[in-house]
C-alpha cells in the first residue's frame, strides 16, 4: 500500500532553516509528482511547489521563491523540502502529497504524508 | 493565479441530513477540481476527484458534479464520522489552489 512518513516535529529560531523529509513506499517513486502543502495553526492550506522525483525539476511558489529547495533522492524514494530564513509565520504544519503520474492530466493529492509540526520562536 | 471560493465557511448539520458545499473557480477549470475531508490533526484525505470521481475506499453517500468554474460536494446522509472540514482545491493549474475551508458540524 502506498505511504508517505514524514520526518519529525521541529522547533528552530528565527533565520535559520529546516528540513523536511518524506519517505515514499509501495509505488514507484519516480513515477509521480510530488507536492508540498503547508497548514498555519487553525488556517487553511497553502501550497507550497512541487519535485518531479524523476528529472528532479521544480515549480514552487512565488511566494517561496528563493526560501525554498526541493530536492530527492531516489535511491531511497525520499523527497525533501528544506525552507530556509525562517520567520514566525512559517509556523505549520507541512505535508508532502504524491500528485498525478508524471506526463498525465493534472490531478490532487492522492495520498498524503501525517504532517510534520515546524515551530519557528526565539 | 485561480482563486477559490467556497460557501458556506461553516454549517450545522444533524445526522441524517443531506449537505452541500458549493465552490467556485475564478476562471474555468473544465473538471480539475478535488474535494478533500480534513479532520482535526490528520492529513487531507482526498474524497472526489476530477469533480466527480469518486476516490477509491471512500463511502459513496459523498457525491460531486460541476464543470467549468461551478462545483458542488454532496453528502447524501450525514454520519457521524462525516463531521470534519471539507476543501476543494483546483488542479487545473500550477499553483494548486484551495478554497478556504467548510466546517461541518454537529447541530
Known amino acids: 500500500q502506498v505511504q508517505l512518513v514524514q520526518s519529525g516535529a521541529e522547533v528552530k529560531k528565527p533565520g535559520a532553516s529546516v528540513k523536511v523529509s518524506c519517505k515514499a513506499s509501495g509505488y514507484t517513486f519516480s513515477g509521480y509528482y510530488m507536492h508540498w502543502v503547508r497548514q498555519a495553526p487553525g488556517q487553511g492550506l497553502e501550497w507550497m511547489g512541487w519535485?518531479?522525483?524523476?528529472?528532479?525539476?521544480?515549480n514552487y511558489a512565488q511566494k517561496f521563491q528563493g526560501r525554498v529547495t526541493m530536492t530527492r533522492d531516489t535511491s531511497i524514494s525520499t523527497a525533501y523540502m528544506e525552507l530556509s530564513r525562517l520567520r514566525s509565520d512559517d509556523t505549520a504544519v507541512y505535508y508532502c502529497?504524491?500528485?498525478?503520474?508524471?506526463?498525465?492530466?493534472?490531478?490532487?493529492?492522492?495520498?498524503w504524508g501525517q504532517g510534520t509540526l515546524l515551530t519557528v520562536s526565539s | 493565479d485561480i482563486q477559490m471560493t467556497q460557501s458556506p465557511s461553516s454549517l450545522s448539520a444533524s445526522v441524517g441530513d443531506r449537505v452541500t458545499i458549493t465552490c467556485r473557480a475564478s476562471?474555468?477549470?473544465?473538471?480539475?477540481l478535488n474535494w478533500y475531508q480534513q479532520k482535526p490533526g490528520k492529513a487531507p484525505k482526498l474524497l472526489i476527484y476530477?469533480?466527480?470521481s469518486l476516490q477509491s475506499g471512500v463511502p459513496s453517500r459523498f457525491s460531486g458534479s460541476g464543470s467549468g468554474t461551478d462545483f458542488t460536494l454532496t453528502i447524501s446522509s450525514l454520519q457521524p464520522e462525516d463531521f470534519a472540514t471539507y476543501y476543494c482545491?483546483?488542479?487545473?493549474?500550477?499553483?494548486?489552489?484551495f478554497g478556504q475551508g467548510t466546517t461541518v458540524e454537529i447541530k
Open positions: 482545491q483546483q488542479s487545473y493549474s500550477i499553483p494548486w489552489t
Open positions: 476530477a469533480a466527480s
Open positions: 502529497a504524491r500528485g498525478n503520474a508524471i506526463a498525465a492530466a493534472g490531478t490532487g493529492g492522492d495520498y
Open positions: 519535485i518531479n522525483p524523476n528529472s528532479g525539476g521544480t
Open positions: 476562471q474555468s477549470i473544465s473538471t480539475y
